[in-house]
């Protein structure tokens, strides 16, 4: 199982709630069988795949859009 430290998580994202809502969209587009993860991994769970990919700094958070679908790159 994969394990997240608090000092990583604080520095990619403004709080735990912002972080949630990305790592949840990234989950949601790597669910489709057509995705494939930014990172190599061994976890088969979207979301921690999207959890290792925002902490390899492979999908960014987007902030101050007005554009619903721009949360993240």
């Given at each position: ?10 520095t ?43 902490l ?7 902030r ?6 721009a949360?993240?790159?």
């Open positions: 199982m994969a394990t997240f430290s608090l000092e990583e998580i604080e990619k994202a403004n709080s735990i709630y912002e972080l949630i809502l990305v790592a949840a969209r990234r989950a949601a587009q790597l669910a489709h069988p057509d995705t494939r993860p930014l990172v190599e991994t061994t976890s088969k769970k979207p979301t921690i795949i999207a959890l290792e990919e925002i390899a700094d492979k999908v960014k958070i987007v101050h859009t007005d554009d619903e679908d949360y993240m790159e």
